[in-house]
């Protein structure tokens, strides 16, 4: 009998990799996204999870507008936390094992280095405190969940999604033909969609629980992000450096978030590979989502 597996968020770019994924290793998949269940409404989750009885459901449904969220912080507590105490409460129900993707914007970017999870959690605006209470929410209601903290997910699912992604901005500025401007002391480790659905399922199929973080590997800033894109891409616009200073926003993110993986393969897991392949592989990838069909 094949397992079973529900993928909340299925549309988005980690959504979309995950199902592949479990396809592939010959699993069953019920993924739906907000159009088709609102998991901040407990009785449909419930019902959902009762019907399908799954070995384990992945929580890949987020409201990840940063900036939205300071002037939004309901709408953003509401799916972030409260949507995960009902994808919790109904794994309880069905014994079924959750899988539910965090942030590394739960962290300051104080520290000057790559957190590992045992770093204390000292989230800087809305969009992070309802992360973190959505991992609180996770540990209260089961006693095994597994929590991956990522950072900066992209994936060539981001062609047909609302918001895109950081590859897909600076493809559209770069067509727009006037300098660009991108923070260079902002630090992360951007994880491409699709390594990190294999490495979320490898942590399943091993029996993992806790918090793992799972981020693209080396840090790298965002300025530095831009250049691999273009370089990769064979284009030449013109890039200019900026700061947080020059850069406001609505949200306070941190500074250097950049998530170590130590603990990831420590446990066996192969490295995530560099974002330069990485982005090579999404441009070979991007390219087969644009042709048409026949």
Same mark, same amino acid.
């Given at each position: 009998?094949?397992?079973?597996?529900?993928?909340?968020?299925?549309?988005?770019?980690?959504?979309?990799?995950?199902?592949?994924?479990?396809?592939?290793?010959?699993?069953?998949?019920?993924?739906?996204?907000?159009?088709?269940?609102?998991?901040?409404?407990?009785?449909?989750?419930?019902?959902?999870?009762?019907?399908?009885?799954?070995? %384990? %459901?992945?929580?890949?449904?987020? +409201?990840?507008?940063?900036? %939205?969220? @300071?002037?939004?912080?309901?709408?953003?507590?509401?799916?972030?936390?409260?949507?995960?105490?009902?994808?919790?409460?109904?794994?309880?129900?069905?014994?079924?094992?959750?899988?539910?993707?965090?942030?590394?914007?739960?962290?300051?970017?104080?520290?000057?280095?790559?957190?590992?999870?045992?770093?204390?959690?000292?989230?800087?605006?809305?969009?992070?405190?309802?992360?973190?209470?959505?991992?609180?929410?996770?540990?209260?209601?089961?006693?095994?969940?597994? /929590?991956?903290?990522?950072?900066? %997910?992209?994936?060539?699912?981001?062609?047909?999604?609302?918001?895109?992604?950081?590859?897909?901005?600076?493809?559209?500025?770069?067509?727009?033909?006037?300098? /660009?401007?991108?923070?260079?002391? +902002?630090?992360?480790?951007?994880?491409?969609?699709?390594?990190?659905?294999?490495?979320?399922?490898?942590?399943?199929?091993?029996?993992?629980?806790?918090?793992?973080?799972?981020?693209?590997?080396?840090?790298?800033?965002?300025?530095?992000?831009?250049?691999?894109?273009?370089?990769?891409?064979?284009?030449?616009?013109?890039?200019?450096?900026?700061?947080?200073?020059?850069?406001?926003?609505?949200?306070?993110?941190?500074?250097?978030?950049?998530?170590?993986?130590?603990?990831?393969?420590?446990?066996?897991? @192969?490295?995530?590979?560099?974002?330069?392949?990485?982005?090579?592989?999404?441009?070979?990838?991007? @390219?087969?989502?644009?042709?048409?069909?026949?």
């Amino acid at each position: 009998m094949r397992k079973r597996a529900v993928v909340f968020g299925n549309v988005g770019q980690l959504g979309v990799e995950l199902t592949a994924e479990l396809e592939q290793r010959g699993y069953e998949v019920f993924g739906s996204d907000r159009a088709q269940l609102d998991i901040t409404e407990r009785r449909l989750v419930e019902q959902h999870l009762a019907e399908v009885d799954p070995q %384990v %459901v992945f929580n890949a449904a987020a +409201h990840n507008q940063v900036d %939205v969220a @300071e002037e939004e912080p309901q709408a953003a507590y509401l799916v972030n936390a409260l949507a995960v105490r009902n994808v919790a409460l109904g794994c309880r129900q069905v014994n079924a094992r959750l899988v539910h993707y965090s942030t590394d914007y739960v962290f300051d970017g104080r520290a000057g280095r790559p957190y590992t999870e045992e770093d204390h959690p000292h989230p800087l605006g809305a969009y992070a405190v309802s992360k973190l209470a959505g991992e609180l929410y996770a540990q209260a209601y089961l006693e095994s969940p597994l /929590i991956i903290r990522t950072s900066g %997910v992209f994936g060539p699912g981001g062609l047909h999604t609302a918001r895109g992604n950081f590859v897909e901005a600076m493809l559209r500025l770069a067509a727009e033909g006037r300098p /660009i401007r991108v923070v260079q002391d +902002h630090i992360a480790s951007p994880a491409y969609a699709p390594a990190l659905a294999a490495r979320s399922v490898d942590l399943v199929e091993r029996g993992v629980t806790g918090v793992v973080h799972v981020g693209g590997g080396a840090p790298v800033s965002w300025f530095r992000y831009a250049q691999i894109i273009f370089e990769v891409a064979g284009l030449k616009p013109e890039l200019r450096p900026t700061d947080e200073r020059e850069y406001r926003t609505a949200a306070h993110r941190p500074k250097f978030s950049a998530l170590s993986n130590a603990k990831m393969e420590a446990l066996g897991l @192969e490295p995530m590979p560099s974002l330069e392949r990485c982005i090579r592989d999404y441009f070979g990838r991007r @390219e087969r989502y644009q042709k048409p069909a026949g």
